[in-house]
């Protein structure tokens, strides 16, 4: 019999910890049991960081993938997918135009290629760094020597989804890769000396509650300093173009579940959700989330970096306002090192 969800429950298992079946019960509450939820995130949140919101800006400088995940639509064997690769000068005027809107750190993101050099995107971190930004990466599995070369240059946050903790469903999903690999990766991320991100794609077919719970270990057996979960959208020309989309809502429960039990997280509140529901970062927040990250990828090109169709794009005066609705005050990831 599922439990029925309480502040004292709450608070209870904030003191003794949740198990198995608490974060079922999470990812599974009634309306009225998540906003308790929601309430007890945000205190959490509130206690641990302060009611802050951290403001990134991110740029999709290259989307050429050697992949071929069944969701996404850069994947390699979408025969109509158009490839593109911003220049070491673009990507340095676009960070200058963050820094001169008081963002103060930029993610560089990309598909997996090698169709960018280790010493070129070294040569890139270096050159942002030097304006006084901190450099998120969020470019895929490469060689791990690379690895050193990129945070010398000043890279010391990378995000690697896992996608999802059931081993069959991800090997369906990305078809030549395993689990362990992935898993691997983000330790061997950590080695060399990196704040790591990864988290769940919710939604996509076949996965269970069961898995999502399993999701929320790994991230906490990662030690991960940031804890990411979007919601699946279908991507035209993919094999999964004509599936239903995930459920934002036990999205949200997931990010509840996330601050709940992982605490001293960094939770972005993602662009699937504003895509799928009114208010959508406004509600992650609520759920608990603490960070929001700006598109600045090209106009021209933003709708080839196809992570699913039609997109939202978060822009600089959208964050501000979702940031001051949910009575935060804009800060940026720095603080969190001095």
């Known amino acids: 019999?599922?439990?029925?969800?309480?502040?004292?429950w709450i608070d209870e298992?904030?003191?003794?910890?949740?198990?198995?079946?608490d974060l079922?019960?999470?990812?599974?509450?009634?309306?009225?049991?998540?906003?308790?939820?929601?309430?007890?995130?945000?205190?959490?949140?509130?206690?641990?960081?302060?009611?802050?919101?951290?403001?990134?800006?991110?740029?999709?400088?290259?989307?050429s993938c050697r992949c071929s995940c069944l969701y996404c639509g850069m994947r390699l064997n979408n025969p109509d997918g158009i490839r593109f690769s911003l220049d070491h000068a673009e990507l340095c005027a676009i960070a200058q135009k963050a820094y001169d809107n008081g963002i103060r750190t930029f993610f560089l993101q990309a598909a997996e290629s090698e169709s960018y050099g280790a010493v070129w995107l070294r040569d890139v971190i270096a050159d942002i760094k030097e304006l006084g930004m901190g450099v998120l990466l969020c470019v895929g599995v490469?060689?791990?020597?690379?690895?050193?070369?990129?945070?010398?240059?000043?890279?010391?946050?990378?995000?690697?989804?896992?996608?999802t903790a059931d081993r069959e469903l991800f090997e369906k999903m990305k078809p030549g890769f395993t689990l362990e690999d992935r898993i691997e990766w983000l330790k061997t991320l950590r080695r060399h000396g990196y704040h790591i991100g990864s988290g769940p794609l919710l939604g996509l077919p076949g996965q269970t509650i069961d898995s999502l719970v399993d999701d929320l270990f790994l991230l906490r057996d990662?030690?991960?300093?940031?804890?990411?979960?979007?919601?699946?959208?279908?991507?035209?020309?993919?094999?999964?173009?004509?599936?239903?989309?995930?459920?934002?809502?036990?999205?949200?429960?997931f990010i509840a579940a996330m601050r709940l039990f992982l605490r001293d997280t960094l939770i972005p509140a993602t662009s699937t959700f504003e895509k799928l529901l009114p208010?959508?970062?406004?509600r992650c927040f609520e759920a608990g989330a603490n960070v929001i990250t700006v598109n600045m990828t090209p106009q021209k090109l933003r709708d080839d970096y196809t992570i699913y169709s039609d997109r939202f794009y978060v822009g600089l005066e959208h964050a501000r306002k979702t940031i001051r609705k949910a009575g935060l005050v804009e800060t940026t990831e720095g603080e969190l090192l001095s």
């Open 1 to 8: 019999m599922r439990t029925k969800i309480t502040s004292e």
């Open 13 to 21: 298992k904030l003191k003794s910890g949740f198990l198995r079946d």
């Open 24 to 63: 079922r019960s999470i990812l599974t509450s009634t309306d009225d049991e998540a906003e308790l939820l929601y309430l007890a995130a945000r205190k959490v949140r509130d206690e641990v960081f302060g009611k802050k919101a951290f403001i990134r800006a991110v740029v999709e400088f290259a989307n």
């Open 142 to 163: 490469h060689h791990e020597s690379d690895l050193d070369l990129w945070r010398q240059a000043g890279a010391y946050k990378f995000i690697l989804k896992h996608e």
């Open 222 to 253: 990662l030690h991960a300093e940031m804890s990411s979960v979007s919601v699946f959208l279908p991507a035209a020309g993919t094999p999964l173009e004509d599936e239903p989309t995930g459920d934002p809502e036990l999205g949200l429960r």
């Open 279 to 282: 208010n959508g970062q406004y």
